[in-house]
């Protein structure tokens, strides 16, 4: 993805959903055997934490900091001290291969093999230079995830001449030509013990749907660390997740294409076919979307109020609403901007994505530490489909992404279940001792919205919309008619969309939230060839909120004058 790169291997990393599986230096891999047909089992209401068995904490004990939250985090989520593991190794967020092997990965299968964590074969040497098979072979494992803790480094850079290394076949050179990676993907793999460091190993947990534990895969770690610019960002996304399994995750949905042509001869545009998918899922499963197909991402003045979730790209560095300092991202919210260095560094609070990101109340993101390769990234709608069904973060992160030994890195607590409530909300009416009360009218409508939704994805789009329209008049709810009219948009109901738009901007007290409306409106009336009436509507809205509402305003006046370049805005 990087913009020297020829526009041909973005048509060629199209075709590798059909390679990967077969054809990576993981050749070897155990594959599952099957995908069950329905939902992961939830987690006991009264147990959210189960997973916590499953994992290993591992922190720098060489950083003071990096201990203090790794006991602070086992502690909150139950994790008990003996499955903590203290390395010596670098603060540095970038390290050589050879401190990698030393004072990570050494170590690392040191305290497995001590500890009974896994069982597996005995290390052997390869028979000779061709003989690229597993050196071991790991035949079970107690531990599943691996959190690593910020001082733990973040990426390893390339290493040429690597002793026993090779270049796999059936891989670009694009590919087999890289042995830098992320310090989380390489350690996804620890258990595979591969001879060789150089291309991209097959991930046989992608696409898969099964919890970790069930899936047959005992190699495989689901590793994501807890990591960004600060101890306190830190420790809000440790009480954050917490909070967000315990309350819910509510808020928007914000999903950023880029707006390109569906044509196989532009690589590009499978990002956009990805982040179009997730956004017709989340809207039906409770979640109102909010999905911009323009080329521009959304502007600074763009009203980007309770963002719960954002998917975007393409941008190197942070732009938008995320430039406001007074932006802030629900409490639990996930977050992830497709770009090819977004993790370039992750303890900077103002550069890349990630570390902005987390700055800016995220609790869960992703990003990519060198080049990845469009092909070789995250498949957001996979990602997106699967957090909605339950799984854990680190279960939806992996089983999203076609390799491992590669660049991405996964920043966040690997055992968050974004959606616990919704999955207690399925089947327990209010009241229950299983749903927590309301903590604030906007929980309750955003609840209210959840229900409506999932009747219009479930019954039908009419017992849907009918209940969303009766929750939203006994509330005076703004936040439900908005959704229900996003809804609406992308059935293409375009004119019924309209009069929940209208409705919602009557039970709206705030300008932001009235100027955001109108916008979701205007956009719809542009995208059918009404972009006078968009105009118009525009123009109304202004004069309706005022002047003393200066973001607001300047959103309005940013789509008019795109409608209308050559018009000169209204002076009102």
């Known amino acids: 993805m990087g913009h020297a790169r020829a526009t041909?291997?973005?048509?060629?990393?199209?075709?590798?959903?059909?390679?990967?599986?077969?054809?990576?230096?993981?050749?070897?891999?155990?594959?599952?055997?099957?995908?069950?047909?329905?939902?992961?089992?939830?987690?006991?209401?009264?147990d959210p934490e189960n997973v916590a068995p499953l994992a290993a904490v591992v922190y720098n004990e060489d950083d003071a900091l990096s201990s203090e939250l790794a006991f602070?985090?086992?502690?909150?989520?139950?994790?008990?001290?003996?499955?903590?593991?203290?390395?010596?190794?670098?603060?540095?967020?970038?390290?050589s291969r050879e401190e990698y092997d030393r004072t990570i990965a050494g170590p690392l299968r040191h305290e497995f093999d001590v500890r009974g964590w896994w069982q597996r074969s005995p290390d052997r040497a390869p028979s000779g230079p061709d003989d690229h098979t597993p050196t071991s072979v790991v035949f079970e494992n107690k531990i599943r995830y691996l959190v690593l803790l910020r001082g733990v480094p973040v990426k390893i850079k390339p290493a040429p001449n690597y002793p026993g290394d090779f270049s796999p076949t059936g891989?670009?050179?694009?590919?087999?030509?890289?042995?830098?990676?992320?310090?989380?993907?390489?350690?996804?793999?620890?258990?595979?013990?591969?001879?060789?460091?150089?291309?991209?190993?097959?991930?046989?947990?992608?696409?898969?749907?099964?919890?970790?534990?069930?899936?047959?895969?005992?190699?495989?770690?689901?590793?994501?660390?807890l990591d960004g610019p600060t101890g306190r960002t830190v420790r809000r996304m440790i009480d954050d997740t917490l909070y967000a399994e315990?309350?819910?995750?509510?808020?928007?949905?914000?999903v950023d294409t880029r707006g390109l042509p569906h044509d196989v001869h532009n690589g590009l545009f499978a990002g956009d076919v990805w982040l179009?998918?997730?956004?017709?899922?989340?809207?039906?499963?409770?979640?109102?979307?909010?999905?911009?197909?323009?080329?521009?991402?959304?502007?600074?003045?763009?009203?980007?109020?309770?963002?719960?979730?954002?998917?975007?790209?393409?941008?190197?560095?942070?732009?938008?609403?995320f430039t406001r300092s007074s932006f802030r991202f629900q409490r639990g919210a996930v977050a992830y901007h497709l770009h090819s260095y977004s993790a370039a560094v992750i303890r900077d609070p103002t550069h890349q994505w990630v570390g902005p990101l987390l700055e800016s109340g995220a609790a869960?993101?992703?990003?990519?530490?060198?080049?990845?390769?469009l092909g070789l990234t995250p498949r957001i709608d996979t990602f997106n489909a699967r957090l909605l069904d339950g799984f854990t973060f680190g279960e939806a992160a992996y089983q999203a992404a076609p390799v491992l030994s590669w660049m991405t890195t996964v920043v966040g607590d690997p055992l968050y279940r974004p959606a616990r409530v919704w999955e207690i909300m399925g089947r327990a009416a209010d009241g229950s001792p299983e749903l927590p009360r309301p903590d604030s009218a906007a929980v309750a409508?955003?609840?209210?919205?959840?229900?409506?939704?999932?009747?219009?994805?479930?019954?039908?789009?009419?017992?849907?919309a009918a209940e969303l329209e009766r929750s939203g008049r006994t509330l005076k709810s703004g936040r439900i008619f908005e959704g229900l009219g996003l809804l609406q948009v992308a059935a293409g109901e375009r004119t019924r969309a309209a009069k929940s738009f209208e409705q919602a901007t009557q039970f709206y007290p705030d300008a932001s939230d009235v100027a955001r409306v109108a916008l979701h409106e205007a956009r719809s009336l542009a995208d059918a060839g009404e972009k006078p009436a968009a105009i118009e509507?525009?123009?109304?809205?202004?004069?309706?909120?005022?002047?003393?509402?200066?973001?607001a305003v300047e959103a309005l006046k940013e789509m008019e004058n795109e409608l209308a370049p050559s018009a000169a805005p209204s002076p009102k």
């Open 276 to 321: 179009e998918k997730a956004a017709a899922d989340l809207g039906p499963h409770g979640v109102p979307t909010v999905l911009d197909r323009r080329p521009e991402l959304f502007g600074v003045n763009y009203p980007m109020s309770e963002a719960a979730i954002y998917y975007g790209w393409y941008s190197e560095q942070p732009v938008g609403p």
């Open 246 to 254: 315990r309350n819910g995750l509510w808020g928007r949905a914000y």
């Open 364 to 373: 869960a993101t992703m990003g990519c530490v060198y080049e990845p390769y």
């Open 537 to 551: 509507l525009l123009r109304r809205t202004r004069a309706r909120i005022g002047g003393g509402h200066a973001d």
């Open 72 to 95: 602070y985090y086992a502690e909150k989520r139950g994790i008990p001290r003996e499955r903590l593991v203290a390395l010596h190794c670098s603060g540095e967020e970038e390290i």
């Open 445 to 464: 409508e955003y609840r209210a919205f959840w229900r409506g939704a999932n009747a219009w994805r479930l019954r039908s789009p009419e017992e849907g």
């Open 171 to 225: 891989q670009p050179e694009q590919f087999r030509s890289h042995n830098e990676a992320a310090v989380d993907s390489e350690l996804a793999a620890l258990g595979f013990f591969l001879p060789g460091i150089s291309g991209a190993a097959s991930n046989p947990y992608f696409r898969q749907y099964a919890r970790i534990q069930d899936a047959g895969m005992p190699g495989l770690l689901l590793v994501g660390r």
């Open 8 to 46: 041909f291997f973005w048509t060629l990393l199209l075709l590798l959903s059909l390679w990967l599986p077969r054809e990576t230096r993981a050749q070897n891999l155990e594959l599952s055997a099957g995908a069950p047909s329905s939902a992961p089992t939830p987690l006991a209401a009264d």
